[in-house]
């Protein structure tokens, strides 16, 4: 350690070391620990803690590469929490994005998409290219392989172009992998071999050596494509002792393919060789899944041989050892799992879940507690601007009959609706706030009563044009609205008592009305503001969809919400000022999930979802950027 304290290095030299193993290990693991762990302690020395965790974080994939996913994992999910903790977006953005890889490799595609999400969206404008091709790279891959349709083209298009401009071709070797290999798995032969050729031409030109997982790539396409002399070319090389990225995981596999080559070119005996062999690697080496696709492999040989009892034992042994290794992932699942949804204080405590507090679990609108925060603050600059802020408290009429004579999942749907509802309405920095029980308030800045008044009728006059049969089986939904402004009640208090006299002489003069203290009520049909509601159109997506608009304190808190099964949609998201935003933000899908999995369903839910055994990761893979690994049928299905 003293060696290391001693060393002159500055901490540009750190952080240009830190960019390039996280990019090499993309193409090659060796020596990739020691370096990681020489950043980590020089960057520990000089209290470089950002650089000490993007270190950590390298050594956390290198091992959930190999065959401690658990450790990586865990490691992963800390660095997380303490990234929150400091609001450190990048490095909250690069924990993301490798847990997502984790996830992946143990089947959980859901949560999966859900962290590579994260990895996009939290990304800084300012960050490394490097990461942002990689993370947008991780988000196509796992979009692409939860989605019909091809979408993930674009996507992939995108990223290979970015890929192209960086310095190493380490990345754009890793992105035409995995788009050669998800091609491959959609049956496109023709397009995955274009992706592998051009693969093979970047390594050509930059002298970079494949790494086994891309040759193993390679030969896979080649195989289908029916060029069986080159495909072999490509097995050999992958399984060769000195073949970048070489594991004993990517042996038995590169084997295995190998010996499918050879069973295409006739050569049966030889595929049996190398089918045994891959077994036997498996058994020194403890890779039960290896194992068990050899069984197979072995089983479908030996039938064709004619020797059937033969073939029938190993086919007996590969479903055994097939169900175990099955349970063994969903163990590994249960326990990644349990350390992704652990609750603790600290993360709690974090910025990112103060936000989950002040939102209302059911409409996903903001709730009294971020109301009672936010509002006397706007008060006093709407005071001493002279500027009015208005106020509307809007209470849904004759509403105990919905819940008595339906139920209470109807009235909380129809809550739900009324929220969409009245975001329709609202435009930045307006914002929809629910009091209670049927009852929501809708704060105006820069809104005089007059205005708001209109806003109040435009909102109710929405909400009785509305079709609410299907929901409440002929139960009508209105809405009565109290209006009331800053410049006639200056505390928050004074003004939310204001609005509520408003609102109950509505309900006085019949309900479906708005009252504002300086006119007289508006009942439908009467108003002389009814008329054509304004055509603003009403989100397609929903409650879901809301985003968070309103400017509490630093503006760059304000996050967008794009699809997350969208790599294209921009990481910042800010929409222009004159376009209308909806005001009541939606909590992003990591405060969800979090608001999921404390209601205690989200671990039952996962795991009662495990996959089938289907192509996938195993628990080794070499990385999210190399294809999922061919994994045999389950249990009962028919062998050869």
Not at 144 to 156: A, H, I, K, V
Not at 405 to 412: L, T, Y
Not at 593 to 607: I, P, T
Request: proline share 6%; glycine share 8%; hydrophobic share 40%.
């Amino acid at each position: 350690m003293e060696a290391v304290a001693t060393d002159p290095v500055d901490r540009d030299t750190i952080r240009a070391e830190v960019h390039r193993i996280e990019v090499a290990v993309h193409r090659d693991l060796t020596g990739l620990v020691a370096a990681a762990e020489r950043v980590r302690d020089v960057a520990a020395v000089h209290g470089w803690t950002h650089e000490v965790a993007r270190a950590r974080l390298v050594l956390a994939d290198i091992s959930a590469r190999a065959d401690r996913l658990e450790d990586g994992a865990q490691a992963e999910r800390d660095i997380l929490v303490e990234a929150l903790l400091a609001d450190d977006a990048l490095l909250a953005a690069r924990a993301h994005h490798l847990l997502g890889g984790s996830l992946d490799r143990l089947g959980l595609m859901t949560e999966a998409l859900a962290h590579a999400a994260d990895a996009v969206r939290l990304l800084p404008a300012d960050a490394p290219a490097h990461l942002r091709v990689e993370h947008t790279m991780l988000l196509a891959l796992m979009s692409s392989q939860q989605l019909s349709g091809n979408g993930f083209r674009s996507s992939f298009d995108q990223v290979i172009a970015d890929a192209e401009l960086l310095p190493t071709p380490d990345l754009l070797l890793a992105a035409l992998n995995s788009y050669a290999w998800l091609l491959h798995e959609r049956g496109e032969a023709a397009d995955a071999a274009a992706a592998a050729d051009r693969m093979r031409q970047v390594a050509e030109r930059t002298g970079i050596r494949l790494n086994s997982a891309a040759l193993d790539t390679a030969a896979r396409v080649l195989l289908d494509a029916g060029d069986l002399e080159r495909a072999e070319e490509m097995a050999r090389a992958a399984i060769a002792p000195d073949a970048a990225s070489s594991s004993r995981f990517n042996s038995g596999e590169g084997m295995l393919t190998l010996a499918e080559i050879r069973w295409a070119r006739g050569d049966a005996d030889g595929a049996y060789l190398l089918a045994a062999g891959a077994e036997e690697l498996a058994v020194d080496h403890n890779l039960p899944e290896i194992r068990a696709l050899a069984l197979r492999q072995k089983a479908r040989l030996l039938a064709e041989r004619g020797d059937y009892r033969g073939a029938y034992e190993a086919a007996t042994a590969y479903h055994d050892l097939w169900a175990t290794v099955r349970s063994r992932e969903t163990d590994s699942r249960a326990v990644l799992l349990q350390t992704v949804l652990h609750t603790d204080e600290a993360r709690r405590r974090s910025a990112l879940y103060e936000e989950l507090a002040e939102r209302d679990p059911l409409t996903g609108v903001w709730n009294r507690r971020h109301l009672n925060r936010i509002l006397p603050a706007m008060l006093g600059e709407h005071d001493a601007s002279g500027i009015p802020l208005s106020v509307a408290i809007v209470d849904l009429d004759r509403f105990k009959a919905v819940n008595d004579e339906r139920d209470h999942e109807v009235g909380d749907a129809a809550l739900c609706r009324i929220a969409d509802l009245l975001d329709v309405e609202l435009t930045e920095p307006a914002f929809a706030v629910r009091l209670g029980g049927d009852e929501f308030l809708l704060v105006l800045p820069d809104v005089d009563e007059r205005a708001a008044a209109e806003l109040g009728d435009r909102a109710r006059r929405r909400v009785a044009a509305e079709d609410w049969n299907e929901l409440t089986r002929g139960l009508p939904v209105t809405i009565s609205v109290g209006v009331a402004t800053s410049t006639t009640a200056s505390t928050q208090a004074e003004l939310m008592r204001v609005a509520d006299d408003n609102m109950y002489r509505a309900k006085r003069a019949g309900g479906n009305t708005v009252q504002g203290s300086g006119q007289g009520a508006a009942p439908v049909g009467g108003s002389p503001l009814d008329g054509p509601v304004r055509n603003r159109e009403r989100s397609p997506r929903g409650r879901g969809d809301r985003r968070r608009t309103h400017h509490e304190g630093d503006p760059d808190r304000t996050r967008p919400d794009p699809d997350p099964v969208d790599p294209s949609a921009p990481a910042d998201g800010r929409s222009g000022s004159s376009a209308p935003v909806q005001a009541a933000a939606h909590r992003p899908p990591v405060e969800r999930r979090w608001a999921e999995r404390v209601a205690g369903s989200a671990l039952e839910a996962a795991l009662r979802r495990r996959p089938d055994p289907s192509p996938r990761r195993p628990l080794d893979h070499p990385g999210p950027e190399v294809r999922p690994h061919r994994a045999g049928p389950p249990p009962g299905a028919e062998v050869g």
